[in-house]
């Protein structure tokens, strides 16, 4: 349920607005930019891997749909995230790649990464404990 501004306000949370995002802190504004299931994979492997073609960042998410992928890519290219690059040829070549803001963005996907494996070291070890008890 949405709050309207006054009780919002009364818990310490002022809306803002800008460049067409609302949001009370920058955590939630940052959620909006790079959240979701699929912005910070796209974002990670681009940042891995350089400058991309549609099909190469497909194949590295092979449970994205293209339709979905598409949509991803626009957003993140609308934010400032990643640059979209067509190239005038036949058939025509689109290359993406992460901008310099996006790029500022890599540190803290590098460690969500690295955080990633460390739990899953711990839910291998909690399953191996489960499986011998």
């Known amino acids: 349920m949405k709050k309207n501004k006054a009780e919002q306000e009364s818990h310490g949370c002022?809306?803002?607005r800008l460049c067409g995002?609302?949001?009370c802190c920058s955590v939630e504004l940052t959620l909006q930019v790079?959240?979701?299931k699929w912005k910070p994979v796209i974002l990670y492997h681009l940042g891995r891997r350089g400058t991309l073609r549609f099909g190469q960042v497909r194949k590295a998410m092979p449970s994205i749909t293209q339709k979905m992928l598409t949509q991803q890519l626009r957003e993140l290219e609308a934010d400032g995230m990643v640059r979209r690059e067509v190239h005038a040829q036949v058939p025509p070549k689109v290359e993406y790649s992460l901008t310099d803001l996006g790029e500022s963005v890599?540190?803290?996907l590098?460690?969500?990464c690295r955080w990633?494996?460390?739990?899953?070291?711990l839910l291998k070890e909690r399953e191996a404990s489960e499986q011998a008890a």
């Open 14 to 16: 002022a809306v803002k």
């Open 21 to 23: 995002k609302e949001y």
């Open 34 to 36: 790079i959240g979701g």
């Open 106 to 108: 890599m540190p803290v």
């Open 110 to 112: 590098k460690e969500l």
């Open 116 to 121: 990633g494996g460390h739990y899953e070291k």
